[in-house]
């Protein structure tokens, strides 16, 4: 459908009567429910469509031409424009500028905290002592003794894939101990 406009605020009035709203739905989306960055972005969009025909005004010469739109294309480039918006947003969030954190923050502490210390110590102990003897006996060999899975199978006396496997089922036990345990702390 062709519409013709002669002044591009009534584009702008007309399309964000009738689109904004949906436009702003599918927008809410992208931003995973973020409605002040969705709104932003609408906003932005509506921008471009009103210098998109300000741009088309004065190389037609409003007063001379009616500027004429096809409607469908532009309600299509409405949620191109919204959806590329989207995503510069998205990835200018996942960016951190150079100089912004300090250099001395960027750098591990070096003197560890004897309380979390003593806390995550508790905690492991008390995991690995839930554990079945055969994987609390794997999981030594392998992270704490660091060998290797074939130095570990030979140590245990059992082959190389029984101690793949045992690692693999150790560490989920492991983990869904440590859950239970930060679960109850």
Request: aromatic residues 4%; proline residues 4%; hydrophobic residues 40%.
């Amino acid at each position: 459908m062709r519409t013709a406009q002669r002044d591009p605020g009534e584009l702008l009035d007309r399309l964000s009567s009738a689109y904004r709203a949906r436009l702003l739905r599918y927008v809410n989306r992208l931003t995973l429910g973020d409605p002040h960055r969705a709104e932003d972005i609408v906003q932005e969009t509506m921008l471009r469509v009103w210098r998109l025909a300000v741009r088309q005004s004065t190389r037609t010469g409003a007063a001379e031409h009616e500027i004429a739109y096809d409607e469908d294309r532009l309600v299509a480039w409405l949620y191109t424009v919204a959806r590329n918006l989207a995503v510069d947003a998205h990835r200018r969030d996942r960016t951190v500028p150079m100089g912004v954190v300090p250099a001395p923050m960027l750098q591990r502490c070096t003197e560890p905290d004897m309380a979390d210390a003593v806390v995550d110590r508790h905690v492991v102990h008390g995991a690995l002592a839930r554990l079945t003897p055969e994987h609390r006996e794997v999981l030594v060999q392998v992270h704490l003794c660091d060998r290797s899975r074939a130095d570990a199978a030979r140590a245990i006396g059992v082959p190389q894939g029984t101690v793949k496997s045992r690692t693999h089922y150790a560490l989920l036990a492991m983990r869904r101990e440590m859950r239970r345990e930060n679960a109850a702390a």
